[in-house]
């Protein structure tokens, strides 16, 4: 009988982080530690003359200094490509620059000290002579032949191309009533996770065990990379995750500096510690985005959408980011176009470019604000042409939800959805006719509002084709280790990991179910390869649905191994008993029989006491991966209210909805977290965040006295509901939802202020949306109207 899946309950670990008692990498001390510091290029792209490191080696404190010829060699040089983009380039990299600098914060040095003040000392010391060359920093023309190259190794600055097509993409064009188009502009941003990147390399000699504790999503993932990178037996390799300040994807890839603090230590044999300050988090964090985007919509006169049409050019660094890729956003953009609406047929050509520029890869949402704001922009003007309302053109063209499985125009499998449904609950919630009411009467005193909604699908539970076709040593699988203690307690030690979103909590709930006893019952352990089974852990919102799915199996097998002792123990058919309360009951009546102590005492300590044959192990290991669909589409629709002021271009954010199903919700108080969170994310790059870069690839605003966070004064109340459409491929059925408020806040934000401004006739296609951007487009607009 289920019990808590699906009731709201606090955080276990949020009491502890209350308390001061997070364990975080960035806290970690270890005896003989070492501070590492990185000595950076200033500049974005040159020639390295010469490193002059001696006055640095004289400062107090200084242990080693390493350059590339010193630090390399001990690493095996890492290429960010995967074999399922054909014809992806990207040129081998290694820790330190060897003969050429390729962005502005590539490091050339490394500095061990005996603390980190000691090593920023020396680093101040450390003469660069590097010969300046003209960095590739553009757009369009850096894909033309004869183009500089921002990486003289690669052949050219394009990293990779697709294209997907359907074969009447043509034909609905020339066919079509009406024909919406539009450019967009998305500008870089990055993660600003509350904890930094952070590691503590720790090789031992005497055992050849590399311990490595670090602040990441997927200890696995490191496990296997630096087993392989640094020669190691894979069984020798540590990875340790505790709390982890954030992530939101940036701490999933591979980065010079970590590779860095391995290579030391394993050189040195004592642990060395890495944790970035924020102005080189700046300039080494990924950062995410940077597309231009060329887009068009066939629409027939009744307002069908018939077709779409997308040219995606992303930029996303000099290298490719290792091993996921710099190029899986763009492929995502292209085949999420579109998602909710039942078009026949799409054309999406994605090219992804070398620049001097940080990298840029996979964060929060990955590609899917890009998607869902073209789509949903597109759909608002061909709504215009055709003279729908914003409800009505999506009511029209919504995939129905009745019409399940549904292959979209670019391939994806969906199994069901609930559009239709999440359309009529946001009307309700919005109420668009009193919106559209109040906005005429504030309209006349001079006053303007607007507001947009956006439809949005989102990519979770991805199975073994996602990763593991392209050559990507990433599971796609989880594994649990459920066990009964002497004393009934519950401990369950899994793959997924924890981040602050509340992973050990559900798991708690998932297997509390299973097993007849309360949460507060059942202690979870992740993030740590040496005491947890293998497993892909939590990136792409797999937490629940893979990571819950396989904890829920595990406690059901450790539950029939239950009963079967309790049958034998109480002289009953096992088939007659069930778990409740902490105790094995009668399954008609709920009368008690055995309490789980006293099984456990029995199994552990007196199993000569139990009938020959009978299996008195209370420890279950259970490994599940994800078949069926490639992945488990949610979907769901936003809206968004604001009011610009016209005069400065300011934009109060008054309002936000989102109507969301992530099939079975396990616990709501944590999914309305996440969509919230999600929600700020997602506004965030809408109207403040961006990374700023001149034209000689200088970052300009790389410090949070610069770079726009929005806090909690900037953010509308944010109104939650949700539809629940399980999916088939698991007993549990949930899905995902850690980046569906990332995924249409902007687009519903965008589609609001555009609302907003349409007395005007100005329109924004660029984020963030900027005063300056705003008051730019009012003066186009006007310009243009008085134009003879």
Known sequence: ????????????????????????????????????????????????????????????????????????????????????????????????????????????????????????????????????????????????????????????????????????????????????????????????????????????????????????????????VYARHFGLPEGKVRVIAPDVGGSFGMKLHVYNEEMGAVAASLILGRPVRYVADRLESFVSDIHARDHDVYGRMAVAADGTILAMEIDDLTRIGAVSAYPRTSAAEG??????????????????????????????????????????????????????????????????????????????????????????????????????????????????????????????????????????????????????????????????????????????????????????????????????????????????????GIGGETALRAGRQLRDRILTLAGALVQTDPATLRLAGGAVVDAATGAPRIALEEIGRIATYRPDTLPDGIDHSLTVAHHFAPGGYPFDFTNGIQGSLVEVDVETGLVTLLKHWVVEDCGRIINPLLVDEQIRGGVVQGLGPAFFEECQYDADGQLTNGSLADYLVPMAVEMPDIKIAHIETPTQDTILGAKGVGEAGTAAAGAAAMNAVNDALRPFGACLTQTPMTPLRILDALDAARQERTAP
């Open 1 to 224: 009988m289920t019990l808590h899946i699906g009731q709201p309950q606090r955080r276990e670990n949020a009491r502890r982080h209350l308390a001061g008692r997070g364990r975080f990498v960035s806290d970690l001390a270890l005896p003989r530690m070492l501070h590492a510091v990185f000595v950076r290029s200033p500049m974005a792209k040159g020639r390295i003359l010469g490193i002059d490191i001696e006055a640095a080696s004289l400062c107090p404190g200084v242990v080693r200094i390493f350059t590339a010829a010193d630090l390399n060699p001990r690493c095996q040089p890492w290429v960010g490509t995967l074999d399922h983009f054909a014809g992806m380039q990207s040129p081998p990299m290694n820790i330190l620059a060897e003969e050429s600098v390729l962005w502005t914060g590539h490091p050339v040095a490394m500095i061990l000290a005996r603390s980190r003040a000691e090593a920023e000392d020396a680093a101040d010391r450390v003469l660069v002579d590097i010969e300046d060359a003209e960095p590739v920093t553009g757009g369009v023309p850096v894909l033309q032949p004869g183009a500089a190259r921002a990486n003289d190794a690669a052949d050219s600055n394009l990293c990779y191309e697709a294209l997907l097509q359907t074969p009447d993409v043509d034909r609905a064009f020339a066919g079509a009533a009406h024909v919406v188009e539009a450019g967009f502009t998305f500008g870089r941003h990055t993660a600003v996770t509350l904890e930094p990147r952070a590691v503590v390399a720790d090789y031992d000699p005497s055992s050849g065990a590399l311990t490595v504790h670090q602040g990441t999503q997927t200890p696995y993932q490191f496990q296997d």
């Open 331 to 544: 492929n995502q953009v292209i085949r999420l176009m579109g998602a909710p609406y039942r078009m026949a047929d799409y054309r999406g050509k994605l090219s992804v470019a070398f620049q001097n520029k940080v990298q840029t890869s996979q964060y929060r949402a990955v590609g899917h604000p890009i998607a869902c704001a073209v789509t949903e922009a597109l759909v608002e003007r061909a709504a215009e042409a055709t003279g729908c309302d914003s409800f009505e053109i999506r009511a029209r063209n919504l995939i129905a939800d009745d019409a399940y499985p549904h292959v979209s125009a670019t391939g994806y499998q969906f199994e069901k959805l609930s559009h239709q449904a999440c359309l009529a609950r946001l009307r309700g919630m919005m109420d668009p006719g009193a919106l559209r009411a109040e906005q005429a009467a504030l309209r006349a005193r001079g006053i303007y509002r607007g507001f947009g909604i956006a439809s949005f699908v989102e990519i979770t539970n991805p199975g073994a084709t996602f990763y593991g076709v392209g050559g990507a040593r990433i599971s796609a699988q989880d594994g649990a280790v459920v066990r009964m203690l002497p004393s009934g307690d519950i401990h369950c030690a899994i793959s997924v990991t924890e981040q602050g979103q509340g992973t050990e909590t559900i798991i708690a709930q998932v297997v509390a179910d299973q097993l007849g006893v309360v949460p507060e019952r059942v202690s979870v352990t992740t993030g740590d390869t040496a005491t947890t089974p293998s497993g892909g852990a939590t990136w792409a919102c797999r937490g629940a």
